[in-house]
């Protein structure tokens, strides 16, 4: 599949083709144990079409984050400063509990 193709899906189709792609490379991993294949290589595209539209799915989820937080940004960034300068440092709970302890 070439990622033009890919991108031209939609989320639910993109998914589809997934979970098809998924039970093939199943098939083609069980029936590589018991026999041989005809196209060993199969296995190899299947795999990289899955990772592809893996991929694409993922960029679509982190633009509609993206789009999300500019959108949140606009409105609420004295929200998002408060809240960043009341969170505590990583290692600020551990510290503060082993100085209570002596």
Do not use: H, Y
Request: proline share 2%; glycine share 6%; aromatic share 2%.
């Amino acid at each position: 599949m070439k990622l033009e193709e890919i991108r031209g899906m939609s989320d639910a189709d993109l998914r589809a083709r997934v979970t098809a792609l998924e039970e093939e490379r199943f098939r083609l991993r069980f029936r590589g144990a018991t026999e041989t294949l005809e196209d060993p290589l199969r296995l190899r595209s299947v795999r990289r079409d899955v990772a592809r539209a893996l991929t694409v799915l993922r960029e679509r989820e982190l633009d509609a984050a993206k789009g999300a937080a500019k959108g949140a940004a606009k409105g609420g960034a004295k929200t998002a400063a408060k809240s960043a300068a009341t969170r505590a440092p990583k290692g600020a709970a551990k510290t503060s509990a082993a100085k209570a302890a002596r």
